[in-house]
């Protein structure tokens, strides 16, 4: 099952990694690495590679290095700056490799091609009976035969999804992350996109890569808890869902219309960990405005949610109803919410205790954002979501890091910018039903440059637009954008003007009914759930300590390079355009 997983370049990536040092005598593995980053100093400085900004000092510490009677550097004149220096000449190298050492059409050649030899023969008769990815679990977890294939395979199978991705995460996130002058769009806020419709055809030509998490990875708690025939659901649903981008992702194009990465904090557990800690910290803000009283620790909010052990309990100690949420789309009020909770949830949380899930939903909903937010501040990119429920505890989200970080009136500084449409209401066309066929045609055919000029470019400008100038200048940047997207709406009877066909399809097919809204935070600091943490004040200064290294070189990288935290949703209605 996992040979053909195995003869990637995974091997290179493995033998390139043994080139580290035995570090059974630190100080002296200290030192040999030191030498090796001198010399790949040395190397890029001769190159060209690496330039000084004026004033720094450096060009006087290199100045300063002496030799050994032997040739070699003597390293007790090699001062800080350089040792800095050499180690950020490294880092450059040693990332240079490991792209070279696993390209990034490889790996996803070879998940893709893992997923269809065990799937595709399921995919084939979804495809033939014009099913969606749903109906297809639906139907083979119904059938006892095919869960006890699916369940007895199951664990070998997350076995080798897991050993791929540890081997090649790092190698793929490298090349999203140095991906660059390219608008990428970062999934979040569920599993994976809805099974009913092709995420990259309802946003393939706002965004220039949408990038998915795998599936099998995120789903590895229910996996271990829920039932035989909830896991075989499971399995046939993502892989099913999984084969309808292969298409995309496999394409030869720069760059990619689609990117499957895992998701890190998955497969680091000092991340997962950190994430569930931010999580904690703002179920704490969410139940305050849910109970209308403060909480000190995420202890003391699970021992009050622990004295409502019932519906009526909870019902009468919330001040907030509405704050509540558990399915955006269930009619109703605080009961009907509850009521789907205890049918939906008290599995998987392994309590039917109803104080209990609905504070374990609050720090579940916000660890998952928490995630999203430095997901896609790590790769330099866009969060999409297109789950209505998720979508508000995103708003939710940046409206609690508002707070936090401005101390004023949240509705100041936050905006929730209803794109292209108000979310509640005018639903209006866009562009959400492009085939996949036809994407690839566009991108190959030079013709998404047009489209886009066409469409307008409202989205890429909020998303790079400067925090500090963003607070200074907010009214007229939002009258720029819903300017643009005014003009967006003017604009699609153009498009269905010119009778463009790709891939055998007419563009005035493509047009949907729906909802594109934008929702970002005017701070004057880009919060992101980031901010806080580098300046202290999120955790108190002894728990900072716990903050994995990754994170916290992405808060300092953050602070530099100035950012508003912007975030998508696409959602379709039933209407038709």
């Known amino acids: 099952m996992s040979g053909d997983i195995r003869q990637t370049s995974v091997n290179k990536l493995l033998c390139f990694w043994g080139r580290i040092v ?65 180690l950020a000449a490294e880092f450059m190298h040693d990332r240079k490799e490991l792209k070279e050492a696993v390209p990034l059409p490889e790996i996803q050649e070879a998940y893709f091609s893992f997923i269809d030899q065990n799937f595709g023969r399921y ?97 590895k708690l229910i996996f271990s808890r829920a039932s035989d ?80 052990p019932s519906f009526d309990l909870v019902e009468k100690a919330v001040v907030d109803p509405s704050r509540v949420l558990f399915d955006s789309e269930v009619s109703g009020g605080l009961k009907e919410q509850l009521s789907k909770a205890s049918g939906g949830f008290s599995g998987l949380l ?39 429920t998720s979508w508000q505890y995103f708003g939710w989200k940046l409206e609690y890091d508002a707070e936090r970080v401005e101390g004023n009136d949240p509705k100041e500084a ?35 440059a047009e489209i886009r000029q066409i469409i307008g470019q409202g989205v890429q400008e909020l998303a790079e637009a400067n925090p500090n100038n963003f607070h200074r200048t907010s009214d007229q940047i939002f009258e720029n954008f819903h300017a643009a997207f005014d003009l967006h709406k003017r604009n699609v009877d153009e498009l269905r003007s010119k009778g463009w066909k790709f891939a055998g399809s007419d563009i005035g097919s493509w047009f949907v009914v729906g909802s594109l809204a934008v929702a970002a935070t005017a701070t004057g600091i880009p919060a992101w759930g980031l901010a806080a943490i580098a300046a202290d004040q999120l955790l108190d200064a002894p728990k900072l300590r716990d903050i994995p290294k990754s994170i916290r070189d992405l808060a300092e990288e953050n602070n530099r390079v100035k950012r508003s935290p912007v975030g998508m949703l696409f959602k379709l209605s039933h209407a038709k355009a």
């Open 123 to 219: 995919f084939q008769v979804m495809k033939e009976r014009d099913l969606t990815p749903h109906d297809a679990g639906m139907a083979l977890s119904q059938n006892a035969e095919t869960i006890a294939g699916l369940i007895e395979n199951l664990p070998q199978f997350l076995e080798v999804i897991e050993e791929f991705w540890s081997q090649c995460g790092d190698a793929a996130h490298a090349h999203m992350e140095d991906m660059h002058g390219c608008l990428k769009g970062v999934f979040g806020g569920d599993l994976f996109p809805s099974p009913y419709e092709n995420l990259a055809s309802k946003c393939g030509l706002y965004t220039d890569t949408l990038i998915l998490p795998c599936p099998f990875l995120r789903t």
């Open 229 to 308: 025939q909830k896991r075989a659901y499971y399995m046939i649903k993502h892989a099913m869902n999984l084969l309808q981008y292969k298409e995309l992702a496999c394409a030869d194009l720069s760059p990619p219309i689609v990117v499957v990465l895992p998701d890190m904090a998955v497969l680091q557990e000092d991340e997962q960990r950190f994430f569930a800690k931010l999580g904690q910290q703002d179920a704490l803000i969410h139940s305050s405005k849910i109970f209308g009283r403060s909480f000190e620790s995420f202890e003391e909010l699970m021992e009050f949610a622990g004295s409502l």
């Open 22 to 86: 035995d570090n059974h005598d630190e100080q002296a593995a200290y030192e040999a690495r030191l030498r090796r980053r001198l010399e790949l100093l040395k190397q890029e400085l001769e190159a060209g590679k690496i330039k000084f900004a004026e004033g720094l000092g450096v060009v006087e510490s290199l100045q300063k290095i002496r030799t050994n009677p032997d040739g070699s550097i003597d390293l007790e004149t090699v001062d800080g700056s350089v040792r800095s220096l050499a």
């Open 350 to 388: 392994g309590t039917d205790h109803c104080g209990a899930i609905v504070a374990s939903n609050a720090a579940g909903r916000m660890a998952t954002c928490n995630e999203l937010l430095i997901k896609a501040r790590r790769l330099q990119g866009t969060p999409v979501i297109d789950a209505p």
């Open 414 to 448: 936050l905006h929730v910018l209803r794109g292209l449409q108000h979310l509640a209401e005018n639903e209006m066309t866009w562009l959400g039903n492009v085939p996949p066929e036809a994407l690839v045609a566009i991108r190959k055919d030079g013709a998404l």
